[in-house]
């Protein structure tokens, strides 16, 4: 108990070991729901925009109870912007796919060429590929527009 | 690889190297150039493509991701959308040259940031001019406004306090036609274009449809800046970077024009626009006529040159909606036309304004004293694209005009007819203006014309202008194939002369 109690001298005012504590409980299970929202998007309520914002809300939650700087270590600002880029790219580049490969656009049972396992399995596949992509692009967008929000561009000490 | 595909893949190039773009441009500058002119290239040549075949074979539509129409969203690619997609895609082709180049000079270490909304933006365009779904309209429509707001911030000064009127003004607009599109599915249960055209004469409901018909004009009103919603354009465009404002300009209020001749005659009927609600069609050309009249009015007291394209080219939307709402076959072909060639212009004397501002770092009327002795190029592609503002013979300006005034005068709308003559007059005492300090007044000594590199503009800068001068003159003694060929197919049935 004294340990603790010097502990939260040290640290300035605004800085909660029971918030800290529970956010880093939390922080795992909610990435872990946020995985399951995207990954079971596809045949039930959910999807990849919704996991995508609890996969981001839960970076928010990290700067929020410790700093910026704390979540940009998890995470940091080029490899947000790598994945942003890349989640949307792997939306319309599976929709182009479907389109080079002889269907319409975004005609997923076009992409049985590549792998024979059915058209209609190839759809319900499809749509899961584009989710996971819906999925980071978002994920990456809503941690990036709270630092940038938050700290007025310069991703420094934040809120 | 089917031709299918083909206006999918034009549209899809842009959007793809958006992304691209911010990838392989964070790492080097060097993509940023040839990954964006190589799409856009690709999506010129695809649109070109695509035009050829819809003459050849018709009209046709496009399911995307087959999911079957009233369901899916569906493209429509006819005469009208196939030439506005060559038109957008070739106008953004020639910016981006100019705007590599001056993004360069402005915004250096930003210019990955700025060619990524600048694609998606092309994207968002291209987009709107193929939609054949109500909806899918809106989404795209607030994909390309977004796009512009971030690019008009990313201008210096007080750019970012227009974009935010501008997002205010923007946000009102897409509002409205969001509630059109509200109101028009709860009557139908629909979003699909002609599926709703269908449904909508067998309703006995003329007040909700006239609500739905009311909010979906007013939004795109507000969107494409006609005269008294116009107040967001002058400082949004002109403060914008010169990169964003060369492309912006010419094709954002065209292209919503084109969206209200959709939503005219595509979603209701020429009837139902025209001859439903007495009153309302006169009502609009005297609109579009006070337009005209106001902004060129303003246009004159303006001292800057950009600042006073933008109120010129409030005036031209005044002239393509007049030009629509006529209601009859001439003034219709001379507003499609109209839109084809005010394209063209606006991106001449954009271009134009761009290289001066490159090389003299101002627009200020006293500063472009003795401007055609140091960049003569330069200004005669401006003073051609100048001459079709006004409407003399040999440039397209003319021959739009021309079809506009012979459509006012056969609707007998005089006042649209003054208007017309009134805002040509205009023009000419405003670039006349112009061309008297810049050829007669000598540089001053104000001007440190010694520490400035003389002479034209970059090559990079230049081309795309001297190109687009001439696309003018080809336009314009190409006036009869196209309204022959092209423009002429477009009209609604009942009109074609």
Known sequence: MKLLQERVKDRPAGENLIIRTAVRLMIPFIQLYGLYVIVHGHYSPGGGFQGGVVLGASFILLALAYDLRTSLRFMSERVNAVLGNVGVLIYTGTGLLCALLGGLFLDYSALDRILPLGPVEWRSLGIFVVEVGVGIAVMSIMTSLF?????GGEMDEGL | MTSTNLHMYVMMAPLLAAFAVNLLGRVSRAWIGPLSLGALTFSTIGALLTLLRVLHHGAYRY????????FGIELVIDPLSALMLLLVSGVALLATCSALKSVQNEL??????????????????LGLVLTGDAFNLYVLLEITSITTYGLIAMGSGRAALSSFN?????????CFYLLGVGYLYILTGTLNMADIASILPGLNAPAAIATA??????GLWVKMALFPLHIWLPNAYSQAPTGAGVMIAPLMTKVTIYLMIRVMFSIFSPDYTFFAHAGVQAGIVWAASLAILCASGLALAQRNLRRMLT???IAEVGYMVGGVWLANGTGMTGAMLH????????????????AIIYRTGSLEFDRLHGLYRRMPLTMAAFTVGAFSMIGIPPTCGFFSKWYLLLGAVQAQHWEFVAALLASSLINAVLFFRLFELAYFKPAGEDVPSASQPCGDAPPLLLSPLVLTAVALLVVGLGTGPLIENVIRLALPPGFAP
């Open chain 2, 339 to 354: 839109i084809v060639n005010d394209a063209l212009m606006t991106l001449c004397l954009f271009l134009a304004a761009a």
């Open chain 2, 311 to 313: 109120y010129i080219l």
């Open chain 1, 147 to 151: 630092w940038d929000l938050g700290s």
């Open chain 2, 166 to 174: 501008y997002i205010i003004m923007g946000s009102i607009g897409a």
């Open chain 2, 63 to 70: 399911t995307v991701g087959n999911w079957q129409p009233p």
């Open chain 2, 108 to 125: 250096p270490g930003r210019e990955h940031l700025f060619f990524t909304l600048y694609m998606i933006l092309v994207a968002g365009l």
């Open chain 2, 213 to 218: 018909f009311a909010f979906l004009l007013v």
